[in-house]
């Protein structure tokens, strides 16, 4: 860890390095995305090199997988994998019941599925992404490129049946161009500002056609490990 680091990476990083303590021999682990699984990822490397610790790992991303790799940590398939023991992620929101917002880095359905396929989640994340009630950040919603301007519509009629305070719905971009996921679909940013039922409002996205997964988590994380600027973490 470097002084040069933000308050919130000092955080970032305190979590995830308390998390990959958890990591043990011979297990199979998923691998979140994000800038707080990075440091996981980092730290695991180290813990490879300083302690002969072996495990293989299912990444939740592309770019999870290359920075895995760069570390020598072992990939295999979910499909190799079978079930996993543990997975760790990161969080964009999380509140006291462990629902979370997740897929501001655009991952959220491989990271669903895998983290789904775990026998324990723990979420890694800054103190800062605690809520009191999720909304606040925009929940993204994965929706297939064919028609997704009709998806658009009907989500945004469901979300007047919902307990939202806010209902836009913005087209991800990068680059001026939709923003592209792993699994070759777009993303559509919910701006909800208050989620007063999550499992409804997840349920019921994802009957929608054209929605493949939302980005709330429900009865899948199992603890949080939030991180401090100064290094302090608490288990929650
Ligand atoms: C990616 C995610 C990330 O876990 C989430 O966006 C948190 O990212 P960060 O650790 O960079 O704050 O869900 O799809």
Not at 83 to 102: C, V
Not at 227 to 232: F, H, N, T
Request: hydrophobic share 45%; proline share 4%; with cysteine.
């Amino acid at each position: 860890m470097s002084e040069q680091m933000s308050p919130a990476d000092r955080a970032k990083y305190a979590a995830a390095h308390r998390a990959a303590a958890f990591v043990e021999d011979g297990m199979r682990v998923g691998l979140g995305t994000g800038s707080t699984a990075a440091w996981l990822v980092r730290s695991l490397g180290q813990r490879q090199r300083d302690e002969g610790l072996r495990f293989r790992a299912v990444p939740t991303s592309q770019r999870t997988a290359e920075q895995a790799r760069e570390e020598g940590i072992a990939l295999v398939t979910l499909e190799e994998a079978g079930w996993l023991d543990l997975t760790i992620d990161g969080a964009d929101e999380f509140d006291a019941e462990f629902n979370l917002i997740k897929g501001g880095g655009g991952a959220l359905l491989r990271e669903k599925i895998v983290a789904a396929a775990s026998e324990r989640m723990i979420v890694i994340a800054d103190i800062g992404k605690e809520v009191g009630r999720l909304g606040a950040f925009p929940l993204p919603v994965e929706v297939i490129p064919f028609g997704w301007q009709a998806t658009q519509r009907l989500i945004e009629e469901t979300l007047e049946a919902a307990d939202v305070l806010g209902r836009e719905v913005r087209p991800r971009l990068a680059g001026g161009q939709p923003f592209v996921t792993d699994e070759g679909n777009y993303i559509l940013d919910l701006h909800l500002g208050r989620i007063g039922q999550p499992r409804r409002l997840a349920m019921v996205l994802n009957q929608i056609p054209g929605v493949v997964e939302n980005g709330l988590f429900v009865d899948i994380c199992d603890m949080v490990i939030a991180g401090y600027a100064d290094g302090r973490v608490e288990l929650r």
